[in-house]
Structures are given as C-alpha cells and as structure tokens.
C-alpha cells in the first residue's frame, strides 16, 4: 500500500512538474496583441504597431525584410512622401509585417524589432534598422551584438533587450508573419497591400515609385 | 572598325538580330532589377543610389548585342571557331544572373526551391551585383575587341 502511495505521489507530482514547465513554457510566447486584428485578407495581428491613425479609412500593409536593398530604397526614396501626405494628415495609417527569408540574420531583425516593441519602441528601432542596412547579405551588420548595440543606442532597457533577443522570444511571431507573407500572394520584398474601408484591396510588388502608391490611395480616398 | 561593322550590319538578318538582343536584354533586366514595373501602372522609375545599377544594365545590353551577332557573323559567313561565341554568351548571361536574384521574385523562388542552398547564391549574386556586372562587361570588351581583330584579318584573307 505504501509503495504504491509512494509511486501515485511520484506521478501526482511529476504532473504537476509538466503542466508548470508547459505553461513556464507558453508564457514565453504570450503577446499583448488583439489577435483579432486584420487588413483585408492579411491577419496583422503579431505585425507592427500600427503606425498612423488607427482609425484612418485605408491601410498600407507593407511585407518586408531587413536586409532587403529594394526595402531600403523604398524605405529612402517613396515612404517619406507618403508619410508626408497621407499618414501625417490621417487619410492612411501603415502596418509592417516581417517577411524574413533573404538570410539567417533577416529573422533575427524581424524579433530585435519586437523586443523593442516591449519596450514600446517598435518604430524607432525599424527606422534605425532601415537607416543602418548595408548592401551585403548576412555581411554580419545585422547580426546579435549589432542588432543589441542599435539598441542601445535608442537607450532600452539592454537587460530586457538582450534577454528577449537571446531568448528568441518572437521567432514564432516572425515565422507567423512570413507565413502571411505566402499565404497572401507576396513573392518578394517589399510588398504592399493597399486597404480601403470597404475592404477592397490592391497589392503593389517591388519598392515602386510615390506616383503609383498616390495613383492608388487617392482613388481609395 | 567602320568598315567591319558596314559589312555585318548592313545584312538585316544581323541587324535585326542586335536590336532584338538589346531590346529583349534591357527590358528583361530592368524589369529584374526593378527599374520597370509593369503592375499595377507601366512605370519606369530609377531610384537614387541605383544609377550606376542601371548604366551598367545599359552597357552589357548594348555589348551583348554587338558582340553576339559578330560571333554569329564569323561562324555562319566565315566558318570559324565558335571560341568567341561561348565567350559572349558567357559574359551576357553571368552580366544578367547578377541582379536576377535579389529580394524579388526570382530571388524568392530560387531560395524557395532551393533552400539554404539557393538562399547562399542569391545573397552572393545580390552582394557583388556590381562587381560581377563589372566582370561581364569586362569579358564581352575583351570578347569584341579580339572578335574585331580576328575579323579584320579574316576578312581581308576572304573578301
């Protein structure tokens, strides 16, 4: 009777071990989100924070890769007329969902961007990213001690930082997104899906030009 | 040179075949390099930092089409080795895989089809776009002048 007290005790206990460490575990991937969140066809919910009014009639949801150099020139040469003329005045709002296939330190970018998110922080550390790109792929400017040290310099938390990079806290968020990516179509970066309040929606491939996106929005407005 | 040239190009067949070469090779590389887009407007666009990019594209099309088509000429007209031929189409088609792969389409679906295989040849194609569009267009300089040479001599022993 004992012995087989001792071995229900071992089980009970051993139980109780699985479910603590499964939920230590799960924990770990537990986002602030509304998972509920998405722009015609394309669930944003793990994307970016919504840059913009959230309750401007059209969004642009933009698919990209931190080492992509047509993302870069995008970035450089179209995005700041549109933030210029239509986020800023509130007739559009952007989300950036990661589409990280180029190399082994695309996917590392995408999570750095969510650590600091935590830190409240998402789109100054996108724009730092963006403004650092070096032409080569996997060339090492995007690596772990580099993705900290833009960190850094936006003066997070580096404890926080460092722990949620090294953790890989968001390679499931990432994964997701680039998930998005293919399940939407998108064969390559940048690419856009332009959506109105009617939830029509039209994609745009490659880092094209403002006259286009303006050709687009404004025929949404 | 001039004189070379007459003779190759006044034969239509030659002629029509450079314009094909560099109109085929210009477009379909621009459109690679996204210099052009066709969707959802018709649209040129060169954005700054890329200007070299596409001079280069420029050059090797404009090369591609001398080049080739006086290969041509010597191997049907003056029966000769097909050594230079291989030289231009070699120049031609490393020239274009160099910005073929990139964050596109094309680089997407060598990487999708090949894994980390193809992801290894698209970042190195990606990174030395430039220098290997260099090398192409240093292979197809050499190719023509060494194609003009042999065909001044080839064609003084034949006309």
Known sequence: MNKKGGILGILVISIIIVIVASMSSSNNETFDVDMTRTHGSISTALGSPILGDPLAPITIVEFGDYQCHQCYNWFHNTKPMIMRDYIETGKANLVFVDFAFLGKDSPKAAQATYCADDQNMYWEYHNSLYNSQESKIDSGWANSERLKAFAFNLNLDMELFNECLDSEKYSKRVQYNSQQARDNGVRGTPGFFIVGSDYDQQQIGGAQPFSVFQRILDSMI | ?159
Do not use: W
Request: charge should be positive; aromatic fraction near 12%.
């Open chain 2, 1 to 159: 040179m001039i004189e070379i040239f007459k003779v190759i190009f006044s034969n239509f067949k030659f002629l029509a075949l450079s314009v094909i070469i560099f109109s085929s090779m210009m477009v379909l590389l621009l459109l690679v390099s996204e210099f052009i887009f066709l969707e959802p407007y018709f649209v040129t666009h060169i954005p700054s930092g890329s200007e070299l990019g596409f001079i280069l594209i420029i050059i090797l099309s404009a090369l591609s089409a001398l080049v080739i088509p006086m290969n041509l000429f010597r191997i049907t007209n003056l029966k000769n080795s097909k050594q230079k031929m291989s030289g231009s189409i070699f120049g031609s088609i490393v020239g274009s895989a160099a910005g073929a792969c990139s964050c596109g389409p094309i680089g997407f679906a060598v990487i999708s089809t090949f894994g980390s295989v193809g992801a290894t040849a698209t970042a190195f194609l990606t990174n030395y776009e430039i220098p290997i569009r260099v090398v192409a267009i240093a292979i197809l300089a050499i190719t023509y002048f060494t194609t003009i040479k042999s065909l001044k001599t080839e064609c003084k022993v034949h006309f």
